[in-house]
């Protein structure tokens, strides 16, 4: 049987994982840089905490862990005869992979909150699992990277949110548009349409506008037993165009009889003003009323970031406030915010883009060669001061290996420069200009470090 992996997931290289290494450090220094700390949940979770958080999509695409053992024990015939897959899941399962971080987060915020500090922030660089139709930009198993301020209701959190997403993006020399619209405006417009019991499925519809368009939307939202007249009602909010000016005057007279309307509407404009007042880099921020991105927990604000070039047009950063999460677990009128990079989604942007600096081509940057045991010999102590001045390098250990193939290897690695011995003399060569000089340890570690 030929090896394979799951589809959906993926091997990496060492080439690959240097140029990873790049994305997570990058958004780790950022997130350090705002005061957020770190901290690790397991990769599977009791079952219980996971359902009914995401929706009835979400709630599908969690990967469902068998018991132990014999996990059909106690399992009437009759009960498999049924095919019920939701109570005979709950009776051969009792945890599942996590499907995000941030309900592990809020399960960890009630578990521990006599050892936290309120206002709480974290941030959190896992694996995460979805049981989804795997497709470009899409996969199984990724990575998110996590920023999250709980115990604040501050919408201060929400404008440095967006600004450390500025800062990683243009570390990252990577333009990108940040989509903002907020869940009470949603709620807001289900009121005025008359359809305030359809929210849920209001906000999953108009989350895939993008994908299978205007009348795709309202086909699913009849569907779903939204009626005809509130259709109607609805048409000019998903068809309106204009500057996030025209569409707040539009927000204002389509919501002015509801209040929750009305109230984010005004949160909306707090955190568009307040960022107009800052400098921010390379993102350019729009309002978008039809921002829904289809979570369940969202109460307030709500952010999605696209990359403003290249071919994949998926979302590779999201967030937002709930308000009541922790609340499901017993903690109640704890309100927080957040964040997630799409770490994959962002590799592939900046691969497709070729935008990974050369510097993170290669994690070796010095290669010691030698084609006789008393120069190897005499090269070790060498390469340890090297490795002591926090040089990476490496040195080939096989003498009996001519010039050219130890000279491939350090090609072949990316390694740019590699030192040899001839007559006790230092030769440094630059792999890439081929240029060579005599040099001693001590120039080789001033000119590389």
């Known amino acids: 049987m030929k090896p394979s992996i799951p589809k959906g997931t993926r091997d990496f290289s060492p080439a690959e994982m240097v140029r990873r290494n790049y994305i997570f450090d990058t958004i780790k220094k950022v997130f350090q840089l705002y005061g957020y700390l770190p901290i690790e949940t397991p990769a599977m979770e009791n079952l219980e905490t996971l359902m009914g958080k995401y929706g009835e999509e979400g709630d599908r695409l969690i990967f469902k862990i068998l018991n132990s053992g014999n996990y059909l024990e106690g399992i009437d015939v009759q009960q498999l005869l049924t095919k019920n897959n939701k109570q005979l899941t709950t009776k051969i399962s009792e945890k599942a992979l996590r499907y995000d971080l941030t309900v592990p987060f809020a399960r960890y915020v009630v578990q521990h909150q006599n050892e936290i500090t309120f206002p709480f922030k974290r941030f959190q660089i896992q694996p995460v699992w979805r049981a989804d139709r795997p497709q470009k930009g899409r996969y199984r198993e990724f990575y998110q990277c996590d920023a999250d301020v709980i115990g604040s209701n501050s919408l201060v959190n929400e404008v440095e949110l967006i600004q ?187 691969n497709e883009l070729n935008l990974f600096p050369e510097s993170v081509s290669s994690s070796t940057k010095l290669l010691f060669v030698a084609f006789n045991e008393k120069d190897q010999s005499d090269m070790l102590p060498l390469l340890a001061m090297v490795r002591k001045a926090r040089i990476n390098s490496e040195i080939y250990p096989n003498t009996k290996a001519d010039a050219k193939k130890q000279f491939n ?7 740019p420069f590699v030192v040899s011995v001839k007559e006790g003399i230092l030769i440094l060569k630059n792999i890439v200009s081929g240029e060579k000089e005599e040099i001693s340890i001590e120039k080789i570690i001033e000119k590389l470090k």
């Not at 506008?209 to 309202?218: A, E, P, S, T, Y």
């Not at 350090?410 to 390694?415: G, L, R, Y």
């Open 409 to 415: 290897y350090a090609e072949s690695k990316n390694i």
């Open 164 to 350: 450390l997403i500025d800062d990683v993006f243009g570390r990252l020399n990577l333009p990108v548009i940040i989509k903002i619209n907020n869940r009470k405006i949603l709620s807001g417009i289900a009121e005025v349409i008359g359809e305030t019991d359809k929210i849920i499925d209001i906000t999953v519809a108009i989350d895939k506008l993008d994908k299978i368009g205007v009348d795709g939307v309202n086909k699913e939202l009849s569907e779903k037993g939204v009626g005809e007249e509130a259709l109607k009602k609805l048409q000019p909010l998903i068809n309106f165009k204009g500057t996030t000016s025209e569409k707040l005057i539009f927000l204002n007279s389509l919501l002015v009889s509801s209040e929750i309307g009305l109230k984010g509407i005004e949160e909306v404009e707090y955190i568009f003003n307040t960022l107009n007042n800052l400098q921010l880099g390379t993102c350019n921020l729009e309002l978008d009323i039809t921002l829904a991105r289809g979570l369940n927990y969202y109460t307030g604000a709500i952010i999605e970031v696209k990359a403003n070039a290249g071919t994949l047009t998926s979302s590779i950063c999201g967030g937002g406030r709930y308000d009541d999460l922790t609340g499901i677990f017993g903690l109640l009128n704890v309100s927080g915010v957040g964040i997630s990079f799409g770490a994959d989604r962002i590799y592939d942007v900046l």
